[in-house]
């Protein structure tokens, strides 16, 4: 079984930057996508960005392009997201998935991934 542990969440004021993480162990093969998912109460879950650890490639949703950078740490296991001039619309949960090959369905398909963090809050102020 893998296991997904996250951590890095927090509360900053707009403008500000977090780092979150994500460190993949147990069944996780070496070459998967990780994707980034944030959830604000009374909303969907939706898809924030996604990398493919084999190739390195990275895909993000729009509101976030140019303001999150998904990366990883091959030796480490540990998949972050960089995420600066943050905005209060960014406050919600935030959880790593892991989806291993074949891919399906799209990196922003939630359901697609099989395992999940536990997510950690990020709070945005004025």
């Known amino acids: 079984q893998g296991q997904l542990v996250e951590s890095g969440g927090g509360s900053v004021q707009a403008g500000g930057s977090l780092r979150l993480s994500c460190a993949a162990s147990g069944y996780i093969d070496s070459n998967y996508r990780m994707g980034w998912f944030r959830q604000a109460p009374g909303k969907e879950r939706e898809g924030v960005a996604a990398?493919?650890?084999?190739?390195?490639?990275?895909y993000y949703a729009d509101f976030v392009k140019g303001r999150f950078t998904a990366s990883q740490d091959a030796a480490n296991n540990t998949l972050y997201l960089r995420m600066t001039s943050l905005k209060p619309e960014d406050t919600a949960m935030y959880y790593c998935?892991?989806?291993?090959?074949?891919?399906?369905?799209?990196?922003?398909?939630?359901?697609?991934?099989?395992?999940w963090g536990q997510g950690t809050q990020v709070t945005v102020s004025s």
């Open positions: 998935a892991a989806d291993s090959p074949p891919y399906v369905g799209g990196w922003s398909k939630s359901s697609e991934y099989t395992y």
């Open positions: 990398i493919y650890t084999g190739s390195g490639s990275t």
